[in-house]
C-alpha cells in the first residue's frame, strides 16, 4: 500500500491558502481560482521510497486590466504553488512528503475567453506505507 500523493499535495497547498480540487466539476469555472491536482502517470520505485508524478494546473480568470493588482492570475498562482511545494520535506495531514523535484515549470495556456490555465509537472518522493 502507498500513501496518496495527490492527497499530500492538496493538502500542503491548501496549508498555503491554495484551494484545490481533485476532480473538476462541470461548474468549476463559477469557483475560480482553482489548483487541479492529479495523477501525472509515472515514476521511480526503492526498496525505501517511491516518486510519483503529480501533475498541478491552475484555473483563473483572464486578467480583464493590465494591473496585476486586480486579480491573481493563473501564472502567479501556479508560481505561489511551485514555491510552496518545491523542496522538502513536507509533513502534510495526509501523509509525509521527502521532497518535491520540479520536472515541468509552469507553463502559461490560454483556456477560454474569461479563463486561463498554468500547469507545471512535479515529482512526489515520499515513502510507502507497508
Known sequence: MTADPVAMVRAHLE???LPTA???TRDFAQDLPVTHVYNAGGGTLTDIDRMDRVGITVYAPAPTTDDPADTPTATTLAEKALAALAGGPHDTVAGYVDEVRVESLPT???FTDT???CSMVVGVVHRTTD
Do not use: G, I, S, V
Open 22 to 24: 481533485a476532480h473538476l
Open 15 to 17: 496549508a498555503h491558502d
Open 108 to 110: 502559461f495556456k490560454p
Open 115 to 117: 479563463m486561463d490555465t
